[in-house]
T-cell receptor, first 109, second 114 residues
């Protein structure tokens, strides 16, 4: 079957680093997306990985291992505005996205 | 407008009533999607359209219908609303011409069915 797993909630301290993991089992694979969603708002795009390895974009990095069905989102120098839910989604061969339930990240001062 | 818009922002609806949620994008994206988002669950695809004139069923299509008469508009209709359709509905669009594309989301419609 198709399944995407992420931790439900994580807590971190302002200025620190946090890693949000995502594991997936899908029938096809055409890449993995990470989105950020602030409470009451729409999801917004953070990153897209289709090849194995690390993609860095400012304070945010995303890693993919296709052989392990595993990805993580790394957030550095955490700021209070990073408090949000982080959604992992896998795109299958038909380009439709299968979404994880999201990880709620709480940043404490 | 720039991007993707949805209307209404929120709605309270009596069970059994018909309701159409509107979605319009001005990015000339070929693909459009309707999702519902419920607490504790991931975004679930209701219906999608890969190009104007074509639509397809997603994971949870029952009780919903869509049309794609042109590139910009992708309305979602609930023929006879039921309380289990209480949810936040997001419309999204993407350019899939060269492969999977980033999906841009509208602000959402919060629907309550009583």
């Amino acid at each position: 079957g198709q399944n995407i797993d992420q931790p439900t909630e994580m807590t971190a301290t302002e200025g620190a680093i946090v890693q949000i993991n995502c594991t997936y089992q899908t029938s096809g694979f055409n890449g993995l997306f990470w989105y950020q969603q602030h409470a009451g708002e729409a999801p917004t795009f953070l990153s897209y990985n289709v090849l194995d390895g690390l993609e860095e974009k400012g304070r945010f990095s995303s890693f993919l291992s296709r052989s392990k069905g595993y990805s993580y989102l790394l957030l550095k120098e955490l700021q209070m505005k990073d408090s949000a839910s982080y959604l992992c989604a896998v795109t299958e061969s038909n380009y439709q996205l299968i979404w994880g339930a999201g990880t709620k990240l709480i940043i404490k001062p | 407008i720039a991007g993707i818009t949805q209307a209404p922002t929120s709605q309270i609806l009596a069970a059994g009533r018909r309701m159409t949620l509107r979605c319009t994008q001005d990015m000339r994206h070929n693909a459009m999607y309707w999702y519902r988002q419920d607490l504790g669950l991931g975004l679930r695809l209701i219906h999608y359209s890969n190009t104007a004139g074509t639509t397809g069923k997603g994971e949870v299509p029952d009780g919903y219908s869509v049309s794609r008469a042109n590139t910009d508009d992708f309305p979602l209709t609930l023929a006879s609303a039921v309380p289990s359709q209480t949810s936040v509905y997001f419309c999204a669009s993407s350019d899939e011409t060269g492969g999977p594309g980033e999906q841009f989301f509208g602000p959402g419609t919060r629907l309550t069915v009583l």
